[in-house]
Structures are given as structure tokens and as C-alpha cells.
């Protein structure tokens, strides 16, 4: 399969750095252990920490005391996945199926191209149903639920990190995962990954002034069933990049009269429309901006409820948001460094 050149890796060099899980930008820490690699929250450090363990490893400081203790705390709360029985074939070895992808003829995938990026300039949303077709649509589908049946899957997290458990639930009650291309047992996503990759990357020229030229992870979400939902927020309310909010949903028989779990936009693009009503129907693809004109939440879901989304960048926004950062940070530093007492106040009089 072709890569298509985009990734989610944005940066790894001191002067910008980005959380390794998600692609964030603020509200940052180091890894206690290497002190080489970021992360926006503790939650997203457990989530990655399986990934970066060997890497935390080889990138270990000379003398520091704390990086074993952190090692073994981060190996009890990482959740240790199921093994999974594979499929043998009669001499034993394991089974793996391969891709295999009729290659869309280039005017049929233009077409679609274009129908997106209109809609997304004429409604600031669009939906494309049978995306990839029931096939691969059920091999996604079962990866995800191995991700969920292995334990994969941690309590999404909202910024206000400071409420109790029980009303962050109440605000925001899904499990995620994040994954990328060539994460293990997880090929379909990875193939769903590419394929928007390469309807973003040709998207380039049709939105207005807007080059795509990067994105997060995808994050795998599960809404249990339990009457769990997402309250109305915005995706990207303080300009951090994200500008296309791709959404993949793996529900099969989904009927909202039963089930819930709508995802309902109050689109300001369209004042004579005061909202879009979207089922999270099986091999249904969702678009939309994902700044302040698209408000949405997702209507408290009664069953369980997939849903693998990712999130893409403009390049400019994107810049301007990592040089605000490095600004804030840097007037930051400075506040800390006056606040310090000097060395010279704190040295004993030779008189």
C-alpha cells in the first residue's frame, strides 16, 4: 500500500514539541524516566506507554533514580491485553489474511474528492455512506472489538481535568484508544487510516486557503451502552490546527429510536438549519470543520457504540498555534526563573 506522506508525527525536537499519543500541543510533560518524549495528560502516557517502553528503555539518563519506579507503576496501570487465540491453518502456523484492494479508478475517487470538499465549503459537513464496503467494513469492525475485548480501551479525558471522576462521566462518557498505521493486529484500521489520508491529501487546492499536511492518531472510541454521551463542545475552540474532523462509524442495525446515540451538529454555517441530525449507521463517513462552526454532541447511547475518528491540520494554523506555545512557554519560564531566589540572596555575609 502507498504512503500518501502524511503522518501524524509532527514534530520531535525540543523547540515544538507535541504530545506522542494525540498531537497536542499544551499543557505538556515530559516522560519522568527519558525526559525525551511528551504527553498532554497521565492517561495518554498509559496509553502509549506499551509503544514507548523499549524506546523509554535505550533513552534512559544516567543517575536518575525515579525512571524504574515509574517504569513498574506505568506496567501495573497500562491494561494488559487478552491473549487472542489465532486462527491456524492445518500446519499450525497462524493465518493472516492480506488486503486486498481493488484500486479505485482515479476519476471515481476525483469525483468523491470533490463531492467533499464542496460540501464541506457549501454546508461545513458531509457524509459518504459505504465508505469501504461491508468487507473491510467487518474487519474493522472486529478490530476494534478485540481492542475492546483485550482492555485496550481508557476513559476519554475532557480539560477540565480537575472534576471528580463521576461528573467527567456525566460530561463525557466514552473509552478510546489511539492508533496509528503498523500498529499491531490493528491492519484494517490502518488501511481506513491511509485511505483518508489520500482523500485529505488530494483535498489540497479545493479548501479555500486550507493545506492539509498532517493529522493526529486515530482515536478508537467505544460508547458502552450504559446512556453514556458527550455533552455539546467544540472540537477545536482555541485554533491548535485541527481543521477536518473525520469520523468512521461501525454500527450495524443502528435504529436511534432504540439505541440513541446520535450525533447532533448545531451547524452556524447554516443559520436556516438549527441542527444536523447524523446516525452513526455501519461504513458511514462523516466530515465536518471542526472549529467553532460545528458545535455537536453525541445523544446518550443505549447500546454499544464504535466510532474511530481523526483529526487533520492545517499547516499555517498549525504553525501559528506550536509559535503561541512556544511564546506562552517562554514567557512562563521567564516568571519562574524571576520568581527564583537568586543565588546571591542566599549566600551567607563574609562580614
Same mark, same amino acid.
Given at each position: 500500500m502507498a504512503d500518501c506522506g502524511l503522518r501524524a508525527e509532527w514534530c520531535r525536537g525540543e523547540k515544538c514539541p507535541a504530545c506522542e499519543l494525540c498531537g497536542a500541543i499544551e499543557k505538556l510533560s515530559l516522560c519522568g524516566a527519558?525526559?525525551?518524549?511528551?504527553?498532554?495528560?497521565?492517561?495518554?502516557?498509559?496509553?502509549?506507554?506499551?509503544?514507548?517502553?523499549?524506546?523509554?528503555?535505550?533513552?534512559?539518563?544516567?543517575?536518575?533514580?525515579?525512571?524504574?519506579?515509574?517504569?513498574?507503576?506505568?506496567?501495573?496501570?497500562?491494561?494488559?491485553?487478552?491473549?487472542?487465540?489465532?486462527?491456524?491453518?492445518k500446519s499450525g502456523k497462524v493465518k493472516k489474511e492480506p488486503i486486498t484492494e481493488k484500486t479505485p479508478e482515479k476519476k471515481e475517487e476525483t469525483k468523491l474528492v470533490d463531492y467533499v470538499t464542496k460540501c464541506l465549503q457549501d454546508y461545513g459537513m458531509c457524509v459518504v455512506d459505504n465508505f469501504l464496503?461491508?468487507?473491510?467494513? /467487518?474487519?474493522?469492525?472486529?478490530?476494534?472489538v478485540d481492542l475492546s475485548e483485550a482492555g485496550q480501551f481508557q476513559d476519554g479525558q475532557i480539560s477540565s481535568?480537575?472534576?471528580?471522576?463521576?461528573?467527567?462521566?456525566?460530561?463525557?462518557?466514552?473509552?478510546?484508544?489511539?492508533?496509528?498505521?503498523?500498529?499491531?493486529?490493528?491492519?484494517?484500521?490502518?488501511?481506513?487510516?491511509?485511505?483518508?489520508?489520500?482523500?485529505?491529501?488530494?483535498? /489540497?487546492?479545493?479548501?479555500?486557503?486550507?493545506?492539509?499536511?498532517?493529522?493526529?492518531?486515530?482515536?478508537?472510541?467505544?460508547?458502552?451502552?450504559?446512556?453514556?454521551?458527550?455533552?455539546q463542545h467544540v472540537d477545536n475552540p482555541n485554533q491548535d490546527g485541527r481543521c477536518i474532523t473525520c469520523i468512521y462509524y461501525l454500527n450495524k442495525d443502528w435504529d436511534v429510536s432504540k439505541h440513541g446515540g446520535l450525533l447532533r451538529i448545531h451547524p452556524s454555517q447554516l443559520p436556516s438549519i438549527a441542527v444536523a441530525d447524523i446516525e452513526p449507521k455501519f461504513d458511514r463517513l462523516l466530515f465536518f470543520w471542526s472549529d467553532r462552526r460545528n458545535p455537536h454532541e453525541v445523544q446518550p447511547a443505549f447500546r454499544r457504540r464504535f466510532a474511530i475518528t481523526v483529526w487533520y491540520f492545517d499547516a499555517e494554523e498549525r504553525r501559528q498555534a506550536r509559535k503561541r506555545h512556544e511564546i506562552i512557554g517562554a514567557i512562563a519560564k521567564a516568571k519562574k526563573q524571576a520568581m527564583a531566589p537568586s543565588s546571591s540572596a542566599t549566600r551567607p555575609s563574609d562580614d
Open positions: 527519558c525526559r525525551q518524549t511528551w504527553y498532554c495528560c497521565r492517561e495518554h502516557q498509559k496509553s502509549h506507554w506499551r509503544q514507548h517502553k523499549k524506546e523509554c528503555k535505550s533513552n534512559k539518563r544516567p543517575g536518575c533514580e525515579t525512571s524504574q519506579s515509574q517504569r513498574r507503576a506505568l506496567d501495573s496501570e497500562s491494561p494488559t491485553p487478552k491473549r487472542q487465540s489465532p486462527k491456524q491453518g464496503g461491508p468487507e473491510k467494513g /467487518n474487519r474493522i469492525l472486529q478490530e476494534v481535568a480537575t472534576l471528580p471522576h463521576t461528573q467527567m462521566q456525566k460530561v463525557r462518557g466514552d473509552k478510546i484508544t489511539w492508533v496509528e498505521k503498523g500498529t499491531a493486529d490493528c491492519d484494517y484500521i490502518g488501511y481506513l487510516i491511509e485511505r483518508l489520508d489520500r482523500l485529505m491529501k488530494a483535498s /489540497n487546492g479545493k479548501l479555500a486557503s486550507r493545506e492539509i499536511n498532517g493529522r493526529t492518531k486515530a482515536m478508537v472510541a467505544c460508547y458502552p451502552g450504559d446512556g453514556t454521551g458527550y455533552m
